[in-house]
């Protein structure tokens, strides 16, 4: 084969190979009719819906928080979902954790809400990580991902993750829950506040007593759905996002506000 044949060789590829990528990332007829409701919304229409198909969003912690985030995310068709907790189901869990089920009492969890995950949308892909979220190993982790999700339930590892998604430039969607109470903020977004500018004293706060654990069951429910709203506000790119802000909801009194960081 001579140079001008080689040449013409190439760009045929070229060519080719730009086409195949092309069709592959087009939403098949099956995606267009899962995701038909959401694609009408003009915020969001198929350009969108691939966004959220080649989206890779952790979520840290699967308990009250985590459960609600992951399968409206799932269902939503956000392509790659990582998963961190190195908790077991218990049955006290089944009150809040709806991912769960009374069967799956004493399993790894993240290994059960990836088999709930998978079961609800087989087109999204799970990576379960059964460990707690360490200095070790939180870069290597959150490195894979471009939104990490807080579900956990402690402030070092808030701190943790706000100061690895600081170092690799990564979206933290940040939430607590206390009773009938709630609360959510996005940190790290475009040059925005991070966890730090909210509760800067980190050993004040890791010397505060452990919250009560009394919750109302709705109440993570709620403030999971929230965050899983603020992720894809972020993938899509449409509304406000609560970068910079931090809103609060009183769940007895139905009464939010939302003040600037």
């Not at 044949?5 to 007829?29: D, Q, V």
Request: glycine share 10%.
């Amino acid at each position: 084969m001579n140079d001008e044949e080689e040449n013409r060789m190439g760009k045929f590829f070229i060519l080719h190979s730009s086409f195949f990528i092309k069709e592959m990332n087009l939403l098949s007829p099956n995606e267009k009719e899962r995701y038909s409701r959401q694609i009408l919304l003009e915020e969001i229409g198929e350009e969108g819906q691939m966004r959220l198909k080649n989206a890779r969003v952790l979520i840290v912690g699967v308990g009250g928080l985590g459960s609600p985030a992951a399968l409206y995310l799932a269902g939503a068709g956000v392509g790659t979902i990582g998963l961190v907790d190195d908790d077991v189901v218990s049955e006290s869990n089944l009150q809040r954790q709806v991912i769960y089920t009374e069967a799956e009492t004493g399993l790894p969890k993240v290994l059960c809400a990836k088999k709930r995950l998978e079961a609800l949308n087989h087109a999204v892909h799970t990576e379960a990580y059964p460990v707690r979220l360490t200095e070790e190993n939180a870069g290597n982790i959150i490195g894979n991902y471009d939104i990490v999700v807080d579900g956990c339930d402690n402030f070092s590892t808030r701190y943790l993750i706000n100061d690895t998604c600081i170092r690799q430039g990564k979206v933290y969607v940040y939430a607590a829950i206390r009773e009938f109470d709630g609360q959510v903020a996005v940190f790290n977004h475009q040059g925005g506040p991070n966890y730090r500018d909210l509760f800067p004293d980190e050993k004040g706060m890791s010397d505060l007593p452990l919250p009560s654990k009394a919750v109302l069951g709705v109440t993570p429910g709620i403030i999971g759905c929230m965050e899983a709203n603020e992720t894809l506000k972020l993938i899509l790119g449409y509304g406000d996002t609560l970068s910079g802000k931090l809103w609060h909801i009183d769940l007895k009194t139905l009464e939010t506000y939302t003040i600037s960081l």
